[in-house]
């Protein structure tokens, strides 16, 4: 600030213009092993997604898919962010999943899936992020509270 400024005027003369944001830029995430890793959140279920270039085989807690997950739409839950990235069959999949029950933990794996695919490839972080496959689903059970029978249901009212 070698420059004394005398009005408001000369102020207005200058530029003060903050500089340019640039976005951020997202690089390829992989371990030793040439896989990339994500960890996927929903209800109280915790997944643990492994991906590596391969012929399409999922493996979920040491079982194949279609014992692990034998309902269809389970299944159809956990290749959404395959099918939008159309990337079927061309990665190997391994999953350890705890927690919760069928529905969260295809729920957590679908997350922990399009995380780990952003990383391998951070070109699909776009069309992933406008599915909304990268956001954590938030919604969890709501606590039982005392004087009620569940968490918002009353006792049944009597008046004798």
């Known amino acids: 600030m070698a420059d004394t400024l005398s009005s408001l005027a000369d102020l207005k003369d200058t530029e003060l213009a903050p ?3 640039e976005a951020p ?3 390829q995430k992989l371990d030793k092993l040439g896989r990339a890793y994500a960890t996927g959140k929903r209800k109280n279920a915790v997944a643990r997604v492994w991906i590596k270039p391969g012929k399409g085989q999922t493996t979920v807690n040491g079982k194949p898919l279609d014992v692990y997950f034998a309902r269809p739409v389970l299944r159809m839950i956990l290749n959404q962010p395959l099918v939008v990235a159309n990337r079927i069959g061309q990665y190997d999949l391994f999953v350890t999943v705890a927690g919760g029950g ?3 933990q295809a729920g957590a794996v679908r997350h922990g899936l399009a995380k780990a695919l952003t990383y391998y490839e951070p070109e699909l972080r776009a069309p992933l ?3 909304g ?3 954590r689903d938030s919604r969890v059970v709501e606590r039982k ?3 009620h029978a569940k968490a918002r249901r009353s006792f049944q009212f009597s008046k004798r």
């Open 129 to 131: 992020k406008k599915e």
């Open 25 to 27: 830029v997202h690089v």
């Open 133 to 135: 496959f990268l956001t």
């Open 19 to 21: 500089p340019p944001v």
């Open 145 to 147: 509270k005392y004087g």
């Open 102 to 104: 069928l529905s969260g």
